[in-house]
């Protein structure tokens, strides 16, 4: 799978300075369709989730190791130079490395911005956030619950127009915020396949929302004066997040979303 071995490939050389080439060169297909994948899901190109990963990375060193110096942590993160990895960190962080570090950080992530949708394009999540920062959350939350949520049949509506299935999609993913808690979190995992991290390790809680979800199949989308069915398979899965590494998260919930379509 492609976007796991790229993943895989980003967390195991954060430490080198590889371009978007020699990272596709190595996944086995062009920079172009790893762009347009990055794109695609995650609404950034490869360079700039590259970049947050290992600003994020930078800041767990500095909090865990405060004897290190910028420079080795710098060079820990893939930058040969103090002045590009200060650039990079305070494009991220909006502080400089050397005043982020004196500061005491109750979190180590970007501040989450509310979503906005122009024109055609949507976001993937009622916050708008990259993949990397999920995976952190993840193992925070290792006990708790996913809804993993995909659409019914959106050959046929896609057939109807492509834009309908936009609709489609963008209507799925603001069911899914709909029936979520204030601590949830929604985002995408393929074309029209859906997770919710929950906030929660009750596994009644995660039922609910699932037939908060189920229970909206009845409901049609309006497109050009047409009424569309629209329907989702939902159901929740609880992975053992300690046990498991970075490439085989998103096959867990891919495996968990084939198992509630059975």
């Known amino acids: 799978m492609l976007l796991a071995d790229s993943l895989k490939m980003i967390e195991d050389t954060l430490g080198e300075n590889l371009s978007t080439e020699d990272i596709a060169s190595r996944c086995a297909c062009s920079k172009s369709t790893l762009e347009k994948l990055f794109r695609y899901v995650y609404n950034r190109s490869v360079h700039e989730y590259v970049v947050l990963r290992r600003m994020m990375r930078a800041a767990r060193l500095m909090e865990t190791y405060p004897e290190m110096n910028l420079l080795e942590i710098a060079m820990e993160c893939g930058y040969s130079s103090n002045e590009a990895f200060t650039r ?17 950080h109750a979190e180590l992530f970007p501040r989450f911005t509310p979503p906005t949708i122009q024109g055609d394009e949507y976001i993937m999540s009622r916050m708008k956030f990259d993949i990397s920062e999920l995976y952190d959350l993840f193992c925070e939350r290792k006990n708790c619950y996913f809804v993993v949520c995909d659409i019914k049949s959106l050959i046929p509506i896609n057939e109807i127009s492509r834009k309908a299935g936009d609709l489609a999609i963008l209507t799925a993913m603001q069911r899914m915020t709909d029936a979520a808690g204030p601590s949830d979190l929604v985002f995408r995992i393929g074309g029209d396949e859906f997770c919710m991290l929950t906030a929660s390790e009750d596994v009644s809680y995660a039922d609910g929302i699932v037939k908060a979800i189920l229970d909206r199949n009845n409901e049609c989308i309006s497109f050009e004066g047409r009424d569309i069915p629209l329907m989702l398979y939902a159901g929740t899965v609880k992975l053992d997040l300690a046990h498991m590494k970075y490439d085989a998260l998103f096959t867990g919930l891919h495996n968990a979303l084939r198992d509630v379509k059975k």
């Open 88 to 104: 990079a960190f305070k494009g991220v962080w909006q502080v400089n490395p050397s005043a982020f570090r004196k500061e005491n």
